[in-house]
């Protein structure tokens, strides 16, 4: 079954903290007057422009293997690969904030008002990902309102671009859940437009199911680990 629905912004509304994380200020680092009053500027600003919304759409282990295959061009061994057959349920999804932030960042950069621009690209891409956690929250309601998952039951999302799922998957992920239904469409080098938005897997298994070594060639490279500490979050549940 395939769902549309809305937030409004305020549910999406990054922390002040994320925000400043994502434009590489660590937690705990005391701001001055003027950076805290344009991440405030930035929050305004998105609250006015933000529109979210997204789509989910239950799909089978068989099915999503096709759609996981992609292009071919994923790492041999993935999280991802090594989880969704093991699945109880399996959902794509893709969440938006809409284009107006994306509009109001690029004219900021445009009118030379950098720091304003950089601090609304950081709050966007942080309510994106606000946004991509309410969809995964909202499907694992439904599921447990179904009876589904207690008492150990665990909800996580994936995505292509990242940790050995090739972002050319992206292509046949919008071939099977049309999130062009909500607005988003997708380039031929694989980007989402509007830019603020996320897609990928929301995998319900029980909550050992989830968890893997962080030991993939590729997390080497990986300078967030935020593996870790999804998984962490899932067992203090
Ligand atoms: S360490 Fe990084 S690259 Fe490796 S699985 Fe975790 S998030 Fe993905």
Known sequence: MTETFTF???????????????QGIPPGITVSGPVDSICEQALA?????????GITGEISAAEFEQVYQ????????????????????LALFTVTIGERPAEEIARLFDENEFALASMLDA???AAADNAAK????????????????????????????????H???QRKL?????????????????LMQPLKSVSGIIIAAHRDVHK??????????????????????????
Do not use: Q
Request: glycine share 12%; charged share 30%.
């Open 8 to 22: 409004s912004p305020d549910e999406v509304k990054p922390t002040r903290e994320t925000v400043f994380e994502n």
């Open 45 to 53: 600003m998105l609250a006015r422009t933000a529109a979210p919304a």
């Open 70 to 89: 992609g292009e071919g061009r994923n790492d041999p061994n993935t999280p991802v690969g090594g989880i969704f057959e093991r699945a109880d349920h």
């Open 123 to 125: 709050a966007a891409s």
């Open 134 to 165: 309410l969809a995964e929250r909202r499907y694992g309601d439904v599921l447990r309102g179904d009876g589904w998952g207690a008492p150990d039951g665990g909800v996580l999302r994936y995505s292509p671009g990242y940790c050995g799922w």
């Open 167 to 169: 972002v050319s998957g």
């Open 174 to 190: 919008f071939d099977y859940l049309g999130p062009e239904e909500i607005g988003v469409t997708l380039t031929n080098r694989f």
């Open 212 to 237: 893997f070594a962080a030991s993939f060639p590729f997390c080497r490279e990986c300078e967030t680990r935020e593996c870790r500490e999804r998984i962490r979050a899932l067992f203090a549940e």
